[in-house]
């Protein structure tokens, strides 16, 4: 510090001359010299006002006001200036006094030239202290920035001990600064990042390098949030560590927003490919049911022709191509449902075949080292459900139990009937009671852990890796069973495996109505009548020509809708039915059926449709049509119909 060369004292005496003599001293000593006197303490406060002064000298011995009441006067105003006491001949004890109470240095009179030295060494340290004031007041005030910044903040040492948290920390994490300091950071730590995670963390900031990444932690309380973090390391002198400061910020809901946001994105996304899926799909089943129908109908016409009632090799072979081809009309239906979210109704059917072609669908896809193994109960009664939504059922359920084996385990899938149930539904929690057919998927793999059970059938919610799963597998689930009054069952042990048992209301035999799977003859009683055959698929023209001729009807087959309507326009009283397709190039079915019946309002009109984004079953009967049929069409059905519509009694006129 450098020396100073003036001073500003105060003097406190009674005696003008002491009072020159001690300048006079300091003088000699190189000071240039600014001073004041006073005497009470009415003046010396005055004084300390008007200062600043760099120094205060009081005499002991005054007659009205002491060194000792000088000091008191200091002390009370809050300065920080050095206080020295010369005097003459003081006793021992009264200068133990006096530094007692607070004055820095006592000179005697005899020896003024150690006044100086003095007076340099307390400016020296007066500086000290004002420098220590400040930094002690500059780090209160960072202390007091670092508490109320809106991150959490904590200090820790080398170790990881923590040595001080602020207040956003506390707020943050639930723990107060009594719970956490002294303890290792780690008590945050939730258990979703392993060992390598933190190995690579440590190296980092060891190596004097900052951290900086997101992370879950744990509150006080247990519940997990997200926080970006960042640590920075302090060094000392030397260069070794001996700190690290964290910075913490909660990033919860702007991850969970982020998530579903991108939750939101593939879903949209998924979406546009299932409409463009839809398009590609419908554009197939349409052509696709024009070769179905064809194969049917002359399969129809083969077997009524060539092989009466299907006896015979021949018989045997037709029938298998007839089985086969409503096989394929199914698939195609099916595929139209997956694609389009539609086209199916509930049936009364057995749960059975259903899981068994699930089962030969997933098989192909299943690695050699699962095992599937299935038991059906004989007695089991039918079920009432859109088969399309059941196979989606099926195909969640056992695509879970797959993912929980990781590629090796078994899955049993059983069906069996459940009379007088007495339960608790896992995804609604009502009581299931009565009786049911049931379907249980049982896997070996990984089982549910407890916490994750309550959360099963929340939508969106998953265990699976970013990017492996939707979390709406389980909730479709729920919906599809409760929407035609089932229930879900779930049993499950860690390591062991789980259980899903899937439950259906029971139907009694009565409201059992199965539909015919076999050739049906087509043989009808002969028929009258003029039938308008309008297709632009040739082959069904030709088709439907020869098995309507074939029971008497004259037919008129054309290709093209325009074609159709200026030939019943130039008779329209000569046509006693229409039967018409729904997609054709020029114009379609339901733009010709409504100009057909502008000119006949009573012409009995049928509509077949291979696939159809205009028109459905619905749309057909606000077209006012007499029958819709969904192609392929077989050909029992249409006669039976042809023939109710143009009554067989005979009132067609010829």
Known sequence: MPTRTNLNILIVDDSEDDALLLVRALQRSGYEIHWQRV???KDMLASLEAGPWDVVISDYNMPEFSALDALNVIQKTGRDVPFIVVSGAVGEERAVEIMLAGAHDFVVKQNLARLAPVIRRELGEAGFREQRRRDEEQLQLQAAALDSAANGILITDRDGLIEWVNQAFTE???????EVEGRHISILESGRHGERFYEGLWHTILDCR??????????????????????TSVRRADGEISHFIVIQQDVTERVRAAREREDLQRQLQQAHKMEALGQLTGGIAHDFNNILGAIIGYTDLALERFAPGGEGKLGEYLNQVYRAALRARDLIAQMLAYSRGGGSSTQVLPMEPVVREVIKMLRSAMPATMEFHTEFAPDTSMVSIDPVQLHQVIMNLCINARDAMEGH???????????????????CHRPVEGDF???????????????????????????????????????V????????????????????GSCFRLLLPALAAMEVREEPREYVATTQVQGH???????????????????LEAQGYRVTGVTDGREALRYFRASPGDIDLVITDQTMP???????VRQLLELRPDLPVILCSGYSDEIDARGAQELRVAAYFQKPVIAGELLARVGELLNQSGEVDE
Request: net charge negative; aromatic share 6%; proline share 4%.
């Open 477 to 496: 689930v729920h919906g599809i069973l409760h929407e035609h009054g089932g229930h879900l069952l779930v049993d499950t042990t860690i390591g062991e």
């Open 39 to 41: 005497e009470n303490r």
């Open 409 to 427: 385990g078994r899955m049993d899938v059983c069906i069996a009937p459940v009379r007088d149930l007495r339960a608790i539904c896992a995804s």
């Open 586 to 592: 020029e114009m379609t079915g339901a733009s010709l």
């Open 210 to 231: 900052n951290w900086r990444g997101e992370l879950v932690n744990r509150r006080r309380d247990g519940s997990e949030y997200i926080e970006e973090q960042s640590i």
């Open 437 to 475: 057919v049931q379907l249980e998927i049982r896997d070996t793999g990984t089982g549910i852990a407890a916490d994750v059970l309550p959360r099963l059938f929340e939508p969106f919610f998953t265990t699976k890796p970013v990017g492996s799963g939707t979390g709406m597998g389980l909730p």
């Open 172 to 178: 943050l994490t639930g723990y107060t600064r009594q």
């Open 529 to 547: 009548g003029h039938v308008l055959v309008v297709d632009d698929e040739p082959r069904l023209v030709a088709y439907y020509a020869e098995l």
